[in-house]
């Protein structure tokens, strides 16, 4: 009910009372008929704005609003299949319509609504504006007919007999089935909730025991079916199922096991409820792709529901955002990351080569909680600069390497590198022969836990020379990883700047003198 509507009557109320009571003579003419703002349509959908909205609740029973934005690509890819699904629903014989607003012009439904994306679309019942159900993940117009009606009337389908069940199967796609002695109870409550935020899917619902012995089903158990053919179950336990997970699995089946990014799945991608996204990035024209494909695929169906596994061919040019978000490398490539889109936290595996085992071992360390996280910066180690090889994280890097009086040689490496633990020992021993050298520092940095704005274009371990008083100048080590080697670079590089040094002081007593001079002259 329109709440100013409201109080415009109550106040024509008061006033007849006060005109009664003063002995006012009515005139016997009728009122004056109140005029509702009208409500325009386009394509069987009402266009609603902050006037109408009201008249919109109240005339209809059922009503799902878009809140959108007119120049946002999403919105208008959406605005087709709603139109769609809005036609159908119109001839339903139940009071249901569709809705749509423009956030760009109305924009006091985007705070009164918290919306932060765009689309995004609400579902009203009864006139009631204060708690709106969230439809999320919809997309296509038969999905969002089925939304509607799983809201409104029976969640499932019930199957009754074996022909019920086997009609009930499509032989080409995917359905649900939840096999439950009482249907009522707690169990069916929950899988009736799953039913309504995943209408993509076909869901039924059989208790009797012809069709539970038909499919060899000995206990309440929900089964998803693939071309006719069971392809997982959960067996219902008392206090064990949960909507959010049951949901969460069964929307992973509407995708595939391993799903490439590109701009037409992305949106799939994020509609399903996993928060836990791993990506592969590789090129499709590596030698190595078709086996580094099989192993992450291997390793995806046992982590359905928990993760979902992505591929970024980093040959397309069209993910060049999505790999600068990762800040992925050529040189790094084939490389493996997971993302937590709730705290968009990001974690490397820490292995250089795609093996099922590798990657098991990562998702299982991410699930657990004990994956290293990716930063822009570790915490500085206490007695960071104590020891012959100092400790650099992202927060002490600039100040170190870019400073007024010291020569500093950095050994850039992945922890759980092969070649990296090779060089490590060496690497300290040349910390050791220039411990007690003044104005020299020799370094290292977990390249992986830190971020740096450094262009790196080899494997891990890479190393560089940061000379003396330079913001900018930075020397690539190209040699071998040995003591001599590096010990030999690095005096090379201590000379060529003390030659450098040294003529920009001539020039610079060159100049003082003449400057001297003319003073002296005048």
């Known amino acids: 009910m329109n709440v100013p509507w409201i109080l415009f009557l109550l106040g024509l109320g008061v006033l007849s009372s006060y005109a009664g009571a003063d002995g006012v003579e009515a005139t016997g003419e009728e009122p004056e008929e109140t005029t509702l703002p009208d409500i325009e349509e386009e394509g069987n959908v009402l266009i609603l704005k902050k006037s109408n ?55 006091d439904f985007k705070k009164e609504f ?49 022909e019920q069940a086997e009609a009930f199967l499509d032989p080409e796609g995917l359905a649900v089935i939840g096999f439950l002695k009482s249907p009522q109870g707690r169990a069916g409550e929950i899988f009736c909730n799953s039913a309504r ?44 199922l949960n909507d959010v997970e049951l949901t969460r699995l069964i929307k992973t089946f509407t995708m595939d096991l391993v799903t490439e990014y590109n701009q037409e799945t992305s949106v799939k991608i994020f509609d399903v409820p996993v928060e836990n996204h791993i990506l592969l990035f590789i090129p499709k024209s590596s030698s190595v792709f078709n086996e580094a494909y099989e192993e992450f695929k291997s390793v995806a169906l046992e982590f359905r529901g928990k993760i979902i596994f992505i591929v970024v061919d980093t040959d397309e040019s069209r993910n060049g955002r ?17 993302l937590n889109l709730t705290s968009d936290a990001r974690y490397k595996m820490p ?49 170190v390497v870019f400073n007024e009086k010291n020569h500093v040689f950095v050994m850039f490496y992945a922890p759980w590198s092969e070649a990296c633990q090779e060089v490590l020992p060496v690497w300290g021993e040349l910390g050791k022969m220039y411990e007690n050298r003044k104005n020299i520092v020799i370094a290292k ?7 740096v704005h450094l262009l ?13 008083g330079s913001t900018t100048r930075v020397e690539p080590y190209k040699g071998e990883p040995t003591l001599d080697a590096f010990a030999n670079f690095l005096e090379e590089q201590i000379q060529a700047e003390k030659k450098v040094s040294s003529k920009t002081k001539k020039k610079y007593a060159v100049k003082k003198g003449a400057k001297i001079t003319k003073k002296e002259e005048l």
């Open 456 to 468: 790196n274009l080899e494997r891990y371990p890479f190393f560089r020379y940061f000379p003396v």
């Open 197 to 240: 935020s995943t209408p993509e899917l076909p869901f039924g619902t059989a208790a009797s025991d012809e069709v539970f012995a038909h499919f060899g089903i000995r206990e309440d158990m929900i089964v998803i079916f693939q071309k006719g053919k069971p392809v997982y179950n959960e067996v219902v336990e008392e206090g064990k």
């Open 351 to 399: 292995a250089e080569r795609v093996t099922g085992r590798n990657l098991r071992s990562f998702c299982q360390s991410y699930l657990e909680g004990t994956a290293k996280r990716h930063l822009s910066s570790e915490e500085i180690p206490e007695g960071w600069d104590q020891k012959p090889v100092k400790d650099l994280v992202g927060k002490n890097f600039d100040r």
């Open 445 to 451: 940095i977990d390249y992986t836990a830190n971020n």
């Open 114 to 162: 918290d919306i932060q994306d765009f689309p995004t679309l609400k579902f009203f019942v009864d006139g009631d504006r204060s708690k709106p159900v969230d439809c999320k993940g919809v997309r296509a117009a038969s999905a969002f007919v089925t939304w509607v009606r799983r809201r409104i009337g029976s969640c499932t389908a019930y199957l009754n007999s074996t």
């Open 53 to 107: 909205f009201d008249r919109a609740l109240e005339e209809n029973r059922y009503l799902l609003v878009e809140f959108y934005v007119a120049l946002s690509g999403p919105s208008q890819t959406l605005a087709a299949e709603f139109a769609r699904a809005a036609e159908e629903l119109k001839s339903s014989a139940v009071d249901i319509r569709l809705g749509k607003v423009d956030v760009t012009e109305q924009k």
């Open 322 to 338: 999505v790999i600068e978000y990762f800040q992925v490398i050529e040189i790094e490539v084939p490389a493996v990351q997971i």
